[in-house]
């Protein structure tokens, strides 16, 4: 019987988890969480053509709430897209994998030692593996140039309905602060919603404090009263910039896989996630050979590719932080919503044709002409390491 350990109950590993049960009942899953629930604490959310439509039927069980359509606002330009929209929360995580894995699940363990035989616990246990997947968040990411989209949310029960009934992605018409700012929206139920605060910044730092104040501006101009505040998340996700794919694996333990934010599996411009993870998860489970070195080296060639294919989103990316000013980033995403909606579609799920990267960049510039091509023409520099964590992508 081969013994699967998955390091950290996050959104990447707990899906490995989840796609082996199905494809390879006769392998033995154990995920250790150093936390006291798989997932944490955070939304993941995709859009419908992120995933093929099968994997939208194997991830059905995990999905808490779907939408048929989405909007955004913009200063100057406004839109209903009729793209479906879906959430998978942690608490339904939690809730499916555990039923799912019973003792495989060992919560509350911190990891004091990760190798390609095992993992030993802070409590001086040992367990040993055929597969090791170290799925622990970023953690240090040496080589790349990062900016970041950081935020924090607050689920609101209000004293009337609010009226959404579709997602709201980006409210970018509050004052632009820190970069490029916008506020998400979920409609929960008739009076419930998520509220995010969201920054494309040039710095990590999240101010928490400072934040919530907006979130009750943001709710406060629209007219809600709040009834109670429940749950509340933040997050900090990498942007890509630019760097070298090679060094972020330079200290890979041999014979340990990768996973998630880890791995760099991730789309470099939204900082989404789940559609890496979920291409990541079936790939494992059809692997032939579920060794750790066989899947160690899997992984970190699908890492490599997706690099290559993120070219064009990295370009966007310095477009956006490097040639615009950061009170004017907002004309960036503003211009790409006035594109068709199949094409924004193919662009969440990092998907575009080379005709439609053009398409992106063609039209009116968002960003002056002269620093679009003084950062076109500059050469990568490698930015001192960053750490990322959260959660909705």
Same mark, same amino acid.
């Given at each position: 019987?081969?013994?699967? &350990?998955? =390091? #950290?109950? /996050?959104?990447?590993?707990?899906?490995?988890?989840?796609?082996? +049960?199905?494809?390879?009942?006769?392998?033995?899953?154990?995920? &250790?969480?150093?936390?006291?629930?798989?997932? /944490?604490?955070?939304?993941?959310?995709?859009? *419908?053509?992120?995933?093929? =439509?099968?994997? *939208?039927?194997?991830?059905?069980?995990?999905?808490?709430?779907?939408?048929?359509?989405?909007? &955004?606002?913009?200063?100057?330009?406004?839109?209903?897209?009729?793209?479906?929209?879906?959430?998978?929360?942690?608490?339904?995580?939690? $809730?499916?994998?555990?039923?799912?894995?019973?003792?495989?699940?060992?919560?509350?363990?911190?990891?004091?030692?990760?190798? =390609?035989?095992?993992?030993?616990?802070?409590?001086?246990?040992?367990?040993?593996?055929?597969?090791?997947?170290?799925?622990?968040?970023?953690?240090?990411?040496?080589?790349?140039?990062?900016?970041?989209?950081?935020?924090?949310? $607050?689920?609101?029960?209000?004293? =009337?309905?609010?009226?959404?009934?579709?997602?709201?992605?980006?409210?970018?018409?509050?004052?632009?602060?820190?970069?490029?700012?916008?506020?998400?929206?979920? @409609?929960?139920?008739?009076?419930?919603?998520?509220?995010?605060?969201?920054?494309?910044?040039?710095?990590?730092?999240?101010?928490?404090? %400072?934040?919530?104040?907006?979130?009750?501006?943001?709710? *406060?101009?629209?007219?809600?009263?709040?009834?109670?505040?429940? +749950?509340?998340?933040?997050?900090?996700? @990498?942007?890509?910039?630019?760097?070298? @794919? $090679?060094?972020?694996?330079?200290?890979?333990?041999?014979?340990?896989?990768?996973?998630?934010?880890?791995?760099?599996?991730?789309? *470099?411009?939204? #900082?989404?996630?789940?559609?890496?993870?979920?291409?990541?998860?079936?790939?494992?489970?059809?692997?032939?050979?579920?060794?750790?070195?066989?899947?160690?080296?899997? &992984?970190?060639?699908?890492?490599? $590719?997706?690099?290559?294919?993120?070219?064009?989103?990295?370009?966007?990316? %310095?477009?956006?932080?490097?040639?615009?000013?950061?009170?004017?980033?907002?004309?960036?995403?503003?211009?790409?919503?006035?594109?068709?909606?199949?094409?924004?579609?193919?662009?969440?799920?990092? %998907?575009?044709?080379?005709?439609?990267?053009?398409?992106?960049?063609? #039209?009116?510039?968002?960003? @002056?002409?002269?620093?679009?091509?003084?950062?076109?023409?500059?050469?990568?520099?490698?930015?001192?390491?960053?750490?990322?964590?959260?959660?909705?992508?």
């Amino acid at each position: 019987m081969t013994r699967v &350990v998955l =390091a #950290g109950g /996050g959104l990447a590993n707990s899906l490995i988890a989840w796609r082996l +049960r199905a494809r390879r009942p006769e392998a033995e899953i154990i995920v &250790v969480e150093q936390g006291e629930a798989l997932g /944490g604490n955070h939304t993941w959310s995709f859009h *419908h053509g992120d995933v093929s =439509a099968a994997q *939208h039927q194997w991830l059905a069980p995990l999905v808490a709430r779907e939408w048929s359509a989405q909007s &955004v606002r913009f200063p100057a330009h406004e839109r209903r897209l009729g793209m479906a929209y879906y959430s998978i929360t942690s608490a339904r995580l939690h $809730q499916v994998l555990s039923a799912t894995l019973g003792s495989g699940v060992r919560l509350g363990a911190r990891i004091s030692e990760l190798r =390609a035989d095992g993992v030993r616990l802070a409590s001086g246990a040992f367990i040993a593996a055929d597969l090791v997947i170290d799925g622990r968040g970023a953690g240090p990411v040496p080589g790349l140039r990062l900016a970041w989209q950081k935020f924090l949310g $607050q689920e609101l029960r209000l004293d =009337a309905p609010h009226g959404l009934e579709a997602p709201l992605l980006m409210a970018a018409t509050v004052a632009q602060l820190d970069g490029y700012r916008f506020v998400y929206l979920l @409609p929960l139920s008739a009076d419930r919603l998520l509220v995010e605060d969201t920054y494309y910044s040039d710095s990590p730092e999240l101010d928490a404090a %400072r934040l919530r104040e907006r979130v009750a501006g943001y709710v *406060h101009a629209r007219g809600w009263r709040v009834a109670d505040t429940g +749950r509340e998340e933040t997050g900090v996700l @990498p942007i890509v910039l630019d760097g070298d @794919p $090679q060094a972020a694996w330079a200290d890979a333990e041999p014979g340990v896989a990768r996973s998630g934010m880890r791995a760099l599996l991730f789309h *470099h411009t939204t #900082g989404y996630s789940l559609p890496d993870a979920v291409r990541l998860a079936e790939d494992i489970a059809a692997a032939p050979d579920l060794s750790g070195p066989a899947i160690a080296a899997r &992984v970190r060639e699908l890492s490599l $590719q997706r690099w290559r294919e993120q070219r064009f989103f990295r370009l966007l990316n %310095r477009l956006m932080f490097e040639a615009a000013t950061p009170a004017l980033r907002y004309r960036t995403l503003e211009h790409f919503y006035r594109l068709p909606e199949s094409l924004i579609g193919r662009f969440y799920a990092g %998907r575009l044709s080379l005709a439609e990267q053009l398409r992106v960049l063609t #039209g009116r510039p968002p960003v @002056p002409l002269g620093a679009a091509l003084r950062c076109l023409a500059r050469s990568a520099r490698p930015q001192r390491p960053g750490l990322a964590h959260g959660g909705r992508a």
